[in-house]
């Protein structure tokens, strides 16, 4: 009898590993007063330092985002852009756009050849490709309005960082030899990534180190109308680019309205356009809210399907009609309403997919990235910041500036080169989105608070291009309609679809095989073979006894750190 439980337990097993719906259970890492969640432990560590020396959630903002520069190149920078969304203790909300500009040489054509078809690889690879930086104008922006300790002593943990050296571990080395040859081919062996780096080795970087002592000395307008400027521009000239001294000293941020809107009993606050992941968000919630999703078992057919039609709708709105309100009419009032949501919804069926061929039209294509990065932070006043930020492509645009010490972003893709062609993420768009001096580009970024009972709730972000929109709703539905605690809500697999192609991507190896057969039974086209990894989202709860309960994505080197 004992000889053949063995086989029994075997089949079990395999059962239980084909059946795979990634419910891990993930005990939350918690803190009583402050938290913060970033992409690498020495950002959140030296971040949640900065709270117990007297600095607040904007202090912490500064450090988290010149450590992850020097830790995460990957992703965290100096010479890219991103967007703030933040709630005051006292409750007062906003948000802030650094996102990049197009330089003033920009025009709408300027990636087209003289047929009129894209270039291949001029807005996404080497300097034509750099829109102006945002970054540090961004942070600077932020600290004066809300900051508390002296700006210049937020610089020093990244200094030390970058002349001590950062440890690479397995994943960096892995991202960091991918495109090694990419980084070569536009910058010459002689650049610093040009080294085979292997998990275990200390990176150091005098040359970032030396620009963030000059920062230090001189402030931020070093970078802008000063002798970082000079260097920056003449370097992205001589390397045949776009950008000028000029185009540096005019370079602003923007405080936003940010997108409120209400979800059963939350309060969202998310980011405007820019950013087309306020709007998106709240069009999507708000088409699946009369449905009672939380009546669904989690991952069910009829989930994935009515988040996947609502996904569609949403998607296909934001392609058309989102772009830079500096420059375009967006209307947000009308996309947001709930008549015209009700009847973007009517054509909705259970059991039967509503093809993306009669919700727009326009045929597209498809790459996936994940080049974003995201840090959550709480602090130990009740202040409250979700930031995201990006170079757009991994490693940007893959031109480093040895010099300085810094990738520069490749955002300028983010624009519609020619309106009906995908950008690098597969998303196409209209002429609200089209290339002008000054201008910003549309982006997904979605970094968003959470509200409950008039209280903070949440903080919540994620990288994933594309994707970003679709992981937070999910990470957010995850919480609040199927009650996982925060960390199982972001180690739950996610899927995404953007309207075009008609695909829903899915993490492989996460969802049971019977729910996948039942989609495609249904008419859906399921695609795991190129989405290993859909979001990265570090996220922070608040429980009802003011408890911070973090979420690191596993899928990264993320990790929180709290007091």
């Given at each position: 009898?004992?000889?053949?439980?063995?086989?029994?337990?075997?089949?079990f097993?395999?059962?239980?590993?084909g059946?795979?719906?990634?419910q891990?259970?993930?005990?939350?890492?918690?803190?009583?007063?402050?938290?913060?969640v970033?992409?690498?432990?020495?950002?959140?560590?030296?971040?949640?330092?900065?709270?117990?020396n007297?600095?607040?959630?904007f202090?912490?903002?500064?450090?988290?985002?010149?450590?992850?520069?020097v830790?995460?190149?990957?992703?965290?920078?100096?010479?890219?852009?991103?967007?703030v969304?933040?709630?005051?203790?006292?409750?007062e909300?906003?948000?802030l756009?650094?996102?990049?500009?197009?330089?003033?040489?920009?025009?709408r054509?300027?990636?087209?050849?003289a047929?009129?078809?894209?270039?291949?690889?001029?807005?996404?690879?080497?300097a034509?490709?750099?829109?102006?930086?945002?970054?540090l104008?961004g942070?600077s922006?932020?600290?004066?309005?809300?900051?508390?300790?002296?700006?210049?002593?937020l610089?020093?943990?990244?200094?030390?960082?970058?002349?001590?050296?950062v440890?690479?571990?397995?994943?960096?080395?892995?991202?960091?030899?991918?495109?090694?040859?990419?980084i070569?081919?536009?910058?010459?062996?002689?650049?610093?990534f040009?080294?085979?780096?292997?998990?275990?080795?200390?990176?150091?970087?005098?040359?970032?180190?030396?620009t963030?002592?000059?920062?230090?000395?001189e402030g931020?307008d070093?970078?802008?109308?000063?002798?970082i400027?000079a260097t920056?521009?003449?370097?992205?000239?001589?390397q045949g680019?776009?950008?000028?001294r000029?185009d540096?000293?005019?370079?602003?941020?923007?405080?936003?309205?940010?997108?409120?809107?209400?979800?059963?009993?939350?309060?969202?606050?998310?980011?405007?356009?820019?950013?087309?992941?306020?709007?998106?968000?709240?069009?999507?919630?708000?088409?699946?809210?009369?449905?009672?999703?939380?009546?669904?078992?989690h991952?069910s057919p009829?989930?994935v399907?009515?988040?996947?039609?609502?996904?569609?709708?949403?998607f296909?709105?934001?392609?058309h009609?989102?772009?830079?309100?500096?420059?375009?009419?967006?209307?947000?009032?009308?996309?947001?309403?709930?008549?015209?949501?009700?009847?973007?919804?009517?054509?909705?069926?259970?059991?039967?997919?509503?093809?993306?061929?009669?919700?727009a039209?326009?045929?597209?294509?498809?790459?996936?990235?994940?080049?974003?990065?995201?840090?959550?932070?709480?602090?130990?006043q009740?202040?409250?910041?979700?930031?995201?930020?990006?170079?757009?492509g991994?490693?940007?645009?893959?031109?480093?500036?040895?010099?300085?010490?810094?990738?520069?972003n490749?955002?300028?893709?983010?624009?519609?080169?020619?309106p009906?062609?995908?950008?690098?993420?597969?998303?196409t768009?209209?002429?609200?989105n089209s290339?002008?001096?000054?201008?910003r580009?549309?982006?997904?970024m979605?970094?968003?608070?959470?509200?409950?009972?008039?209280?903070?709730?949440?903080?919540?972000?994620?990288?994933?291009?594309?994707?970003?929109i679709?992981?937070?709703?999910q990470?957010?539905?995850?919480?609040?309609?199927?009650?996982m605690n925060?960390?199982?809500?972001?180690?739950?697999?996610?899927?995404?679809h953007?309207?075009?192609?008609?695909?829903?991507?899915?993490?492989?190896g996460?969802?049971p095989?019977?729910?996948?057969?039942?989609?495609?039974?249904?008419?859906?086209t399921?695609?795991?073979?190129?989405?290993?990894?859909?979001?990265?989202?570090?996220?922070?709860?608040?429980?009802?006894?003011?408890?911070l309960?973090a979420?690191?994505d596993?899928r990264g080197?993320d990790a929180?750190?709290?007091y």
């Open positions: 009898m004992k000889k053949n439980l063995l086989p029994l337990l075997l089949i097993l395999l059962i239980l590993q059946c795979n719906t990634l891990r259970s993930a005990a939350p890492y918690t803190a009583e007063h402050a938290m913060v970033s992409a690498r432990p020495e950002a959140s560590a030296l971040a949640l330092e900065t709270i117990r007297g600095g607040n959630a202090d912490a903002m500064v450090v988290t985002h010149l450590t992850l520069a830790a995460y190149p990957f992703a965290g920078n100096l010479g890219g852009g991103g967007f969304v933040y709630r005051m203790a006292d409750g909300k906003g948000s756009d650094f996102r990049e500009k197009a330089p003033a040489a920009a025009h054509d300027m990636y087209l050849d047929e009129g078809n894209v270039i291949p690889g001029k807005s996404t690879l080497g034509t490709a750099a829109g102006v930086p945002g970054s104008k942070l922006e932020a600290h004066a309005r809300f900051g508390k300790l002296p700006f210049h002593e610089l020093d943990p990244a200094i030390a960082l970058a002349e001590n050296g440890i690479i571990t397995e994943k960096q080395a892995s991202t960091l030899n991918r495109y090694r040859d990419l070569v081919e536009v910058n010459g062996e002689e650049t610093l040009a080294q085979n780096l292997k998990a275990g080795d200390t990176l150091r970087q005098p040359a970032l180190a030396n963030l002592k000059t920062i230090k000395k931020v070093a970078f802008y109308n000063g002798s400027a920056l521009a003449d370097f992205i000239q001589e680019g776009y950008i000028t000029e540096l000293k005019n370079y602003d941020v923007a405080w936003r309205e940010a997108v409120f809107f209400s979800y059963r009993d939350l309060e969202v606050i998310s980011m405007a356009p820019p950013s087309s992941g306020g709007i998106t968000l709240a069009q999507i919630m708000k088409m699946v809210e009369p449905f009672s999703i939380r009546e669904f078992k991952h009829e989930m399907q009515l988040l996947v039609e609502a996904e569609k709708r949403a296909a709105d934001r392609n009609y989102l772009g830079d309100p500096d420059f375009v009419t967006i209307p947000d009032d009308i996309l947001l309403s709930e008549a015209y949501l009700k009847d973007r919804m009517a054509s909705f069926e259970f059991g039967t997919p509503t093809p993306s061929t009669e919700i039209r326009g045929e597209i294509n498809f790459a996936e990235s994940m080049e974003t990065t995201h840090y959550s932070i709480v602090d130990d009740g202040n409250a910041v979700s930031v995201t930020t990006t170079l757009n991994a490693y940007g645009s893959k031109l480093f500036c040895d010099e300085l010490g810094f990738f520069l490749n955002e300028m893709d983010d624009f519609s080169a020619k009906g062609v995908p950008n690098m993420f597969g998303l768009g209209a002429e609200a290339i002008a001096p000054g201008k580009m549309l982006s997904s979605t970094p968003t608070i959470v509200e409950k009972d008039g209280k903070l709730a949440m903080v919540i972000g994620t990288p994933g291009g594309s994707t970003i679709t992981s937070v709703l990470t957010i539905l995850n919480v609040y309609d199927f009650d925060m960390q199982e809500a972001v180690d739950a697999g996610r899927f995404h953007q309207w075009k192609p008609d695909v829903i991507r899915m993490e492989p996460l969802f095989r019977s729910l996948i057969r039942k989609l495609e039974r249904m008419g859906y399921i695609n795991q073979e190129d989405n290993r990894i859909i979001g990265k989202v570090d996220a922070i709860l608040v429980r009802e006894d003011g408890t309960e979420g690191a596993k080197d929180a750190k709290g």
